[in-house]
């Protein structure tokens, strides 16, 4: 095959260049593009060559994965090459310039799950048949902006269509299932570089490269050029505070936090809770581990990770927050190996007041907690309590904290979760389309066993005060919300929560930003009862490329 080479990658586990033909044919649906891969490339960036080898479907893969049952599309490579230069300082063939209008609207077909591979390529057809068809060929985007920060792998998001589901801070919104925005694609950087933007950040002038797959999952631009980066310097949110009638409840998933991470961490979460957050009354803590890490010993006690987090918020000028949390049997409950991780309650005692109920000999890890009628109202029989802790939808995964409180004399249900993840579904950027989402059964089952307990609080008492809030990892559009709301996959019949996020204008609904998505992870939920609501996503994290967690945090104000 004739090429000129566009581009080198000189390191990594896939090394080679890539080569694009000069005299392109007129098929719309193939590539003159191809990677060589090539340990030793020994060539250079506008070389003439002819190179022959075999060419090989070769599949990026994940953890775990295998060439049969990988989600990830497929990178057609030329192995084994031998090479012939035939000239050199040729110019490179022009990068296809992309507008708004080039990529198609739609991201994927509806194919009912099967192999997009299987397949024509039809470039017209969606996103993925596009970037297929553009393989290894050089394309340029100008004034890209940037609508996922820079992470650790030196991978960030741009969209080609800046006025696709923009986000009131320049993100690019995931708003239905299947939908994810056509115009967001991956940039890596040739040079292994890390322009260090964030979300709204801007590469002004071109950004060019050829079109590779990531072994992440999803294609990206491997920039050989990369415009000058304009900082919009997104400034973070900043709660209002409550006022001394309100109740102020926030949700805060603090990424894996351990005694052994840096003191920084520890200073940045508290002022988050402090100056961003407005020191809410209670936070429900998801993701805190217990006192040894990671490391996998057998030991489930928190006390210490708890003990460095208040401290670092009165240094931070916050309360003093007292805790509740349940240590969880070693190994069950999912998250990082060795980490039993957990949610917890801080709350500020000085503003309201914790009400204990059940025995302190109870194993409260494997004994459920239930409502009971007492004096005429509801009331938790263990409080802290777990809901259902031996059901199998808590199987690997981490059991519902549900605590009883009291506010200006009033008593208030708080239910605090972190659902299953989203671990080992098929890749959205992938073969299978639509993907199959196999941790959604796990989720709804979760969903429902927390709706069924809410319930049971109000089936006491109608006009109860619950709030249902934490990491669910799922969308306000997905099949578990509308069970938590209703009871049921569907969301037919009579709500008995109401999903806050969803109360927010359409380009303000998203806590989390996934491979260049701003999405939805994190919910507040409450009963027709609560009065006076008032809420926020506290963007400070998700949009950053200088992340303290993978998430943001929310709080709501309300009267009880």
Do not use: C
């Amino acid at each position: 095959m004739p090429g000129i080479v566009t581009a080198i990658r000189p390191a990594g586990s896939s090394r080679g260049y890539w080569i694009q033909d000069p005299a392109p044919d007129t098929n719309p649906a193939t590539s003159e593009g191809l990677f060589v891969f090539s340990s030793s490339p020994g060539v250079a960036v506008g070389d003439s060559v002819l190179v022959s080898g075999t060419v090989k479907d070769f599949y990026p893969l994940s953890s775990g994965d295998t060439v049969e049952n990988t989600s990830n599309l497929s990178v057609t490579e030329l192995n084994s090459p031998v090479v012939s230069v035939l000239s050199h300082g040729n110019a490179l063939p022009d990068a296809e310039v992309l507008t708004p209008t080039t990529v198609p609207g739609k991201y994927a077909p509806d194919l009912g799950g099967t192999d997009i591979e299987s397949t024509p390529i039809t470039p017209a057809r969606s996103a993925l048949d596009f970037w297929e068809s553009r393989e290894g060929m050089r394309v340029q985007v100008d004034d890209a902006r940037a609508v996922g920060p820079s992470n650790d792998f030196g991978e960030q998001y741009v969209t080609t269509k800046p006025a696709q589901n923009p986000s009131y801070r320049g993100g690019t919104e995931l708003l239905a299932e299947n939908a994810v925005p056509s115009g967001r694609i991956e940039v890596t950087t040739a040079d292994g570089s890390d322009p260090g933007v964030s979300v709204g950040d801007v590469f002004t002038g071109a950004t060019a490269g050829p079109v590779d797959y990531s072994q992440f999952g999803g294609y990206t631009i491997a920039a050989t050029q990369v415009g000058t980066v304009k900082h919009r310097n997104l400034p973070p949110v900043v709660a209002t505070p409550q006022d001394r009638k309100q109740l102020a409840v926030a949700t805060y998933n603090v990424e894996n936090l351990a005694p052994g991470d840096p003191a920084d961490k520890y200073t940045k979460l508290a002022q988050g809770v402090v100056t961003n957050l407005a020191k809410p009354d209670i936070v429900a803590v998801e993701e805190v581990q217990d006192n040894t890490g990671a490391t996998d010993d057998g030991v489930v006690a928190a006390d210490q990770t708890l003990t460095k987090l208040t401290a670092a918020i009165v240094a931070a000028g916050g309360p003093k927050y007292d805790w509740r949390e349940i240590d969880p049997v070693n190994d069950q409950d999912g998250g990082q190996p060795g980490g039993n991780i957990r949610v917890v309650y801080l709350f500020n005692p000085a503003r309201v007041s914790f009400v204990d109920r059940g025995s302190s000999s109870v194993d409260r890890s494997t004994t459920p907690t239930s409502v009971e009628k007492l004096h005429g109202k509801p009331a938790l029989t263990l409080s802290p309590g777990r809901i259902d802790p031996a059901s199998t939808v808590w199987n690997a995964s981490r059991k519902p904290l549900a605590g009883e409180f009291r506010f200006r004399n009033k008593p208030v249900f708080v239910i605090a979760n972190h659902f299953d993840s989203k671990l080992g579904d098929q890749n959205a950027d992938g073969r299978f389309q639509y993907p199959a989402q196999s941790s959604a059964v796990q989720r709804a089952g979760q969903a429902k066993e927390v709706h069924d307990f809410v319930q049971r609080i109000q089936k006491v008492d109608k006009k109860a005060d619950v709030v249902v809030l934490g990491d669910l990892n799922d969308y306000q559009f997905s099949p578990a919300l509308a069970t938590l709301r209703t009871g049921n996959a569907g969301g037919h019949g009579r709500p008995i929560l109401t999903d806050l996020i969803s109360t927010l204008p359409r380009n303000e609904q998203y806590t989390y930003v996934f491979d260049g998505l701003s999405e939805v992870l994190d919910h507040i939920l409450v009963t027709p009862a609560v009065r006076g609501v008032r809420y926020q996503v506290i963007h400070i994290n998700a949009e950053y490329t200088d992340q303290t967690s993978d998430h943001d945090p929310q709080v709501l104000r309300m009267t009880p």
